[in-house]
């Protein structure tokens, strides 16, 4: 790489119905985000936010309505609509060409405002075809989901103990939307919506603006002791039609041997020392764990019971509570790097992890069934 | 129940006309007459159902026309038991992907002709792998449920 970009802050707002309303939450968050590091809007670089015109209620256009909460206005700045992590690495791309020393990532969703999330991912399907089947997010994972447990002989048990732990860890995250001491019975038999999966197994709609700060190798000098670098991105999208993919055989292996690559990892399961990755469905992180190549094909669920991704284990995986915690469709993947962020500088509050974090992993993921995948690595 | 702060209810209703393109209709047009086309890719020689116009992966057109197999295997299903807001069809309902006889893609439809109000019954009789066929609605429109629903063979 050209030069060392760093994150210097990160700032979040809670993922539970609040009732400020989308201009004035990202404001704040904005606000936060510079004062931090005592950044003046008029210093800062760039931006480059991340929203969806279908889940932001068609309040005018793209970023149009809330372009000066972000401190955009009148800059040379951008917006990414759908995955957020693809925002955060396009703000990478514009501090590595050495025009801007500082560039704001800011992710926006108010989830409480928007109709549930099926009736949006409904919109992602074609009028012509696959709406008329009534097609969406959740009914493309129960199929992945029985399928995965079919090939593989994963539990419905191991699937809901995903939800145990997370759901568990979000216990000590103050941003989480859902949170709680679950049993496996209590997922298992929560509303049978969509066969096999169950109310508790699916993410919530969650608020959350959530932003990161980039800054150049010497002005992170200036304005941290404690920068956290950026290693590494990859991404991959499969083909549009469900049919015309394999369910079992996704893009997020490719998207992380893209990252790895850059970051130089050739063992993540021993590499990487922590992951914040998006599991909108519970299963989802067991099929994840394989496909980052933390265990082989098929071991998801003997490595979830192995007791290795629990807070407390060698490599943790969703401390924060993951998606199913706190489910900002659009900023989950940027949310992910905040949360990755704040472990490696050791300022996770009750969810830091036991073990020492040196280098983590964040992922984002949109579309159905993992159409669409991206990886980050950092470090401290 | 109401809430404890003011809100705004709002929603956005907005007419589109969209163009079904050539390959589009004439797949309509085969449902209309109780055929389902896919089009064959000359060069890794897929059969892909729906009819489309090029092979994403060989990235080239495929000009040849198959009608597929009205038959095939269940090779993915969810018993669909809740509300969305634009859902075109009352729950329950089963989603499925069929891999058509002679094809290369799973087809995304519905499972259907039986009582589905039992849920118990419903996973004792529908299973990967099984085999199923289309059954067709006497009114049809160029519509994709002209196609009602494959049912267990």
């Not at chain 2, 890719?41 to 495929?62: E, H, N, Q, Y």
């Not at chain 2, 589905?116 to 067709?136: H, I, P, Y």
Request: hydrophobic share 35%; net charge negative; aromatic share 10%.
């Amino acid at each position: 790489m050209p030069g060392k970009v760093a994150i210097v802050a990160v700032a979040q707002n809670a993922g539970a119905e609040s009732k400020d309303n989308f201009y004035d939450q990202a404001y704040v968050v904005t606000k936060e985000v510079l004062d931090k590091v005592g950044l003046n809007r008029d210093d800062l670089g760039t931006i480059v936010s991340a929203s969806s015109d279908i889940y932001h209620g068609g309040i005018s256009c793209a970023n149009s309505y809330y372009w000066e909460t972000t401190g955009g206005f009148l800059k040379n700045a951008s917006r990414q609509d759908g995955e957020s992590l693809f925002a955060f690495f396009y703000g990478v791309m514009r501090i590595l060409t050495g025009y801007y020393d500082s560039a704001l990532i800011i992710a926006l969703c108010k989830g409480s405002e928007n109709p549930e999330n099926d009736a949006c991912t409904l919109m992602y399907t074609d009028p012509f075809y696959t709406r008329g089947i009534g097609l969406q997010e959740t009914m493309a994972a129960a199929f992945q989901m029985r399928l995965y447990m079919e090939r593989y002989g994963i539990t419905e048990e191991q699937c809901a103990k995903v939800a145990v732990k997370n759901l568990g860890n979000s216990l000590g995250n103050p941003y989480a939307h859902r949170k709680g001491r679950y049993t496996v019975e209590d997922i298992l038999y929560s509303e049978r919506i969509i066969d096999p999966l169950t109310a508790m197994q699916v993410a919530p709609k969650s608020e959350g603006i959530v932003a990161v700060l980039l800054a150049s190798e010497e002005k992170a000098k200036e304005l941290t002791d404690k920068p956290v670098w950026f290693k590494g991105y990859g991404s991959s999208l499969d083909n549009y039609y469900l049919g015309d993919r394999d369910l079992l055989d996704g893009q997020l292996k490719n998207a992380a041997a893209r990252a790895y690559k850059m970051a130089g990892i050739s063992d993540p399961r021993k590499e990487i020392d922590l992951a914040e990755i998006t599991e909108p469905y519970a299963f989802q992180e067991l099929m994840w764990y394989e496909d980052l190549g933390f265990c082989p094909k098929g071991e998801g669920g003997r490595l979830l019971d192995s007791g290795v991704t629990q807070k407390n284990g060698d490599l943790p995986v969703n401390p924060s509570g993951g998606v199913l915690a706190n489910n900002p469709y659009v900023s989950r993947g940027l949310q992910r790097v905040v949360e990755a962020t704040l472990q490696l500088r050791g300022e996770a509050g009750e969810r830091q992890v036991d073990r020492e974090v040196r280098t983590a992993l964040a992922h984002g993921t949109h579309g159905f069934a993992g159409q669409c995948h991206a990886v980050a690595i950092l470090g401290s | 129940m109401a809430k404890e702060f003011k809100t705004i209810k709002t929603e956005i209703r907005l007419p589109y006309e969209l163009a079904y393109g050539a390959t589009w209709t004439r797949f309509f047009e085969g449902m209309e007459n109780e055929i389902i086309y896919g089009t064959k890719c000359s060069k890794c020689g897929r059969v892909l159902v729906p009819a489309r116009s090029f092979c994403p992966r060989c990235f080239v057109d495929t000009d040849e026309w198959v009608e597929t197999a009205q038959e095939g295997v269940l090779t993915a299903w969810s018993y669909v038991n809740y509300k969305y807001f634009g859902q075109p069809i009352e729950p329950p309902f089963i989603g499925a992907l069929i891999r058509l006889d002679g094809t290369d893609v799973d087809f995304l439809h519905l499972i259907g002709g039986f009582d589905l109000s039992d849920f118990d019954l419903v996973r004792k009789t529908v299973k990967n792998g099984m085999r199923v066929k289309a059954a067709w609605s006497n009114e049809r429109k160029g519509h994709i449920l002209d196609l009602k629903y494959f049912e267990p063979v």
